[in-house]
């Protein structure tokens, strides 16, 4: 029997491990799987784990310890098997609150300990001496920073509904110390908590705190209050005309999109965006739907003729749906609109021959550069190996698996063909709100959005009314218009060497 261990604790096919557990497990039982679990390679322990935990093995072959035990393992494979047979034995929750409840005091977690108790926390997330505890300890001044973080981040993976009125508390508190003040307010948009309200709009209403926070308190509070206060309007304009920062103007562009602009809004929001590549008009414009005035119509559809003469390029669909919720008075004036997305697609076939030469002899040091820069905005939402952001696909080996060609395509015409896994979808929920992104998560009940500014929110499925898969990439389009010839080449040839 232990030369059968010693065989399955070489490199054998994973199907291979389990049929020779299985047979370990018939003929021997219980004694021969004990064995196993002392092995020294996590598969076999994952194996005997499984194997001890069903019959004919009785309900008490396996002692609660030796499952706790394995939540620390550095073996990702043989922590989550633990985690599943833990919570297959709800009597065994006493021992599982036991170790966070002692995790929850531990001044220092190793990384260990912190996977682990993040597991627990999650695996258990449903048992109110769980959240009571995780509650607690988030709420009182006597945690430290470190853990604090920690407890926001596991709560915010969680799915529960409603959230415990504990947790909430504990935001509510983490709010007030500035230490974790963004995290919290962070982590109750992702969550989607109603209950702070009055809290975040004071938060939002004040220019001592840090504008992108407070941009963040508002995202919060948006779908519920969609007209904004002058306060707040300014500090997402200001957001909005941050040049330097691209997430900002990304966040500022979000809430912006979703509150209900006064006429003079939308145009001040669309004059500040002039020029700029990475904000779509299109994402103001769902909030322009309440005109009355012929002046604003008449001056919105002129600036919207300029921004489409510019670099906005929305697809005709875009367009149509923008159309369709306008007054009757500017219903009338979209023809030339339409005219200028016809002229725009006579056009297109033309820009791809026009940029193609761009697609030899750059310089990749430099284009390196420019995918950094903020102002080609690349890396904030594409990654190469380490660095970058989360929100389009990694692009470390693009040159391998896409021809220059088709590279250039995608700067050009983000929405003509969408990579696999990065569609972005729009959610409409039972309240009429709408939100956009990808899907980063989801599970039956829950799904996850992610947005271009890669913030995150979790959406109750049985709260969903419609959910489309948008036309439009959250890539925005007209990129290389805020380049120079140069540059683009540049680009061109650092991501064409990708391999
Ligand atoms: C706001 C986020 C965002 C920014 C900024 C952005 N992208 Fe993208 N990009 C995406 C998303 C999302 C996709 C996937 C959907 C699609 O194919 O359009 C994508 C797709 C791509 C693809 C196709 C990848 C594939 O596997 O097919 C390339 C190439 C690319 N982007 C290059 C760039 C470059 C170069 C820049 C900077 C000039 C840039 N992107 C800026 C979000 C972004």
Redesign the pocket.
């Given at each position: 029997m232990l030369a059968l261990c010693d065989y399955l604790a070489g490199q054998p096919d994973r199907f291979l491990v389990l049929a020779l557990l299985y047979v370990v497990h018939r003929l021997d039982g219980a004694t021969a799987l004990q064995a196993a679990l002392q092995s020294e390679t996590p598969r076999v322990q994952k194996a005997a784990l499984l194997l001890l935990d069903q019959p004919p093995r009785s309900r008490g072959s396996l002692a609660p310890e030796q499952v706790i035990q394995r939540i620390t393992a550095s073996d990702e494979d043989l922590r989550q098997t633990a985690l599943r047979v833990l919570q297959r034995h709800p009597e065994w929750v006493k021992q599982a609150t036991a170790l966070i409840e002692r995790w929850l005091h531990q001044p220092d977690l190793t990384t260990e300990e912190q996977t682990g108790l993040r597991g627990l926390l999650l695996a258990f997330q449903h048992d109110a001496a769980v959240q009571q505890l995780a509650g607690a300890a988030l709420a009182s001044e006597q945690t430290p920073s470190a853990l604090r973080f920690f407890l926001l981040k596991s709560m915010s993976q969680c799915s529960l509904n409603p959230l415990p009125p504990s947790w909430v508390e504990g935001f509510a508190r983490a709010i007030e110390s500035p230490a974790t003040r963004r995290l919290a307010v962070q982590t109750v948009a992702t969550l989607r908590v109603s209950s702070l309200d009055e809290r975040l709009t004071r938060l939002a209403e004040d220019a001592s705190e840090p504008a992108d926070l407070r941009v963040e308190a508002l995202s919060v509070i948006v779908c519920r209050k969609p007209e904004l206060s002058n306060r707040a309007f300014d500090v997402l304009l200001q957001q909005l005309s941050a040049q330097t920062n691209t997430v900002a103007r990304?966040a500022a562009s979000e809430v912006l999109q979703r509150s209900r602009l006064t006429d003079a809004q939308t145009l001040g929001a669309l004059q500040t965006i002039r020029g700029d590549t990475?904000i779509s008009p299109g994402a103001l414009l769902g909030a322009f739907q309440v005109s009355t005035g012929v002046e604003a119509t008449a001056m919105l559809l002129e600036q919207l003729a300029e921004l489409m003469r510019g670099s906005w390029q929305p697809s005709r669909q875009e367009l149509e749906n923008l159309v369709v919720r306008w007054p009757a008075e500017a219903r009338a004036g979209a023809g030339a609109l339409r005219g200028l997305l016809q002229e725009r697609d006579e056009q297109a076939r033309g820009r791809l021959a026009r940029f193609e030469p761009l697609l030899a002899d750059g310089n990749t040091v430099n284009g390196r550069a420019v995918?950094f820069s903020s102002k080609?905005?690349?890396s904030?939402?594409?990654s190469i190996g380490d660095a970058g952001g989360k929100?389009?696909?990694d692009?470390t080996k693009?040159g391998a698996?896409?021809s220059g060609r088709?590279?250039l395509e995608?700067?050009l015409f983000?929405?003509a063909?969408?990579?696999q896994g990065?569609?972005?979808y729009r959610v409409k929920i039972a309240d009429g709100e709408e939100l956009s992104g990808?899907i980063v998560r989801q599970t039956a009940d829950t799904v996850v959005l992610r947005s271009?500014s890669a913030s995150e929110v979790q959406i109750w499925r049985s709260q969903v009314q419609e959910m489309d898969r948008a036309a439009t990439?959250?890539?925005?389009e007209g990129?290389e218009q805020g380049m120079t010839p140069e540059e683009f080449r540049d680009?061109l040839a650092f991501?064409q060497s990708l391999k």
């Open positions: 990304l990475l995918f080609a905005a690349c904030i939402c594409h929100v389009g696909p692009l693009v698996i896409r088709d590279i995608s700067v983000p929405s063909s969408l990579a990065y569609e972005s990808i271009a990439s959250l890539m925005p990129l680009l991501l």
